[in-house]
């Protein structure tokens, strides 16, 4: 019977190693847990784009004269959300998998069931990141859309003014970047010591494993982007 183990999905926060040991060795039991982590995660992952469909740029914007080569994809269209979907699917999948065969041949985890539903619970932790930095963006892209294009725009404003006008989006930018890299680094963090424990890995091998899926998959979901 299918169900959520939250005490496990928690374990998962504050103390990776026992909880994917935990899974590792009770696969069967968390196989099911771990697929639903990552379409959960996947869908909440249309979250980033919404700013971007939900409060497009103003029309002026995009009518700058003696300039070419202006990218007409943007704004976002609805669309742009479904294929957001799409690619974190896709890019969760091709990870598990390259994660099962490469680490098998590096003298890795022979079983891929335990590949899987140990990789699939790192997105447990996807999910609160992806919440708190989508509503970061949706802060960040409606403190520009609410700015005049025609003040912004003005030829006659000086760069303090420019700046003023910019002050709240330039503070959402920085706190958005800064609140992304700390959650890169505790993703990878949870990440490599997933790896150790379903692969057996030391960190520098668990850590080139990482860097070599996330290229191949970066490059697999390249068609599937929204920009």
Known sequence: MFYFDLSLILR????????????????????????????????LGGLAVLPFVM?????????IPES??????????DSAVGLSIISSLLSGFVSAILY?????KL????????????????????????????????LMWGSFTSIDSSILLDP?????EVFS???????????????????????LIVTIKAIKVVH????????????????ITSLVSIPFSFG
């Open 12 to 43: 998962v926060f504050i103390s990776p190693n026992s909880a994917f040991l935990q899974v590792r060795d009770n696969e069967e039991k968390y196989f099911s847990q771990s697929i639903a982590l990552l379409i959960i995660s996947s869908v």
């Open 55 to 63: 409060m497009p740029l103003d029309d002026a914007y995009f009518e």
């Open 68 to 77: 070419e080569n202006i990218d007409e994809t943007f704004p976002l269209e």
């Open 100 to 104: 099962y065969f490469i680490g098998k």
């Open 107 to 138: 003298d890795g985890n022979t079983n891929w069931k335990k590949v899987f539903s140990v990789i699939f619970h790192i997105h447990a932790i996807v999910i609160p990141i992806t919440i708190i930095m989508a509503m970061l963006l949706f």
């Open 156 to 160: 006659n404003n000086d760069d303090e």
């Open 165 to 187: 006008l910019l002050g709240s989006f330039i503070g959402y930018v920085l706190l958005l970047a800064i609140v992304g890299i700390s959650f890169a680094i505790w993703g």
């Open 200 to 215: 057996g890995f030391g960190t520098g091998k668990a850590f080139g494993l990482i860097i070599l899926v996330g290229t």
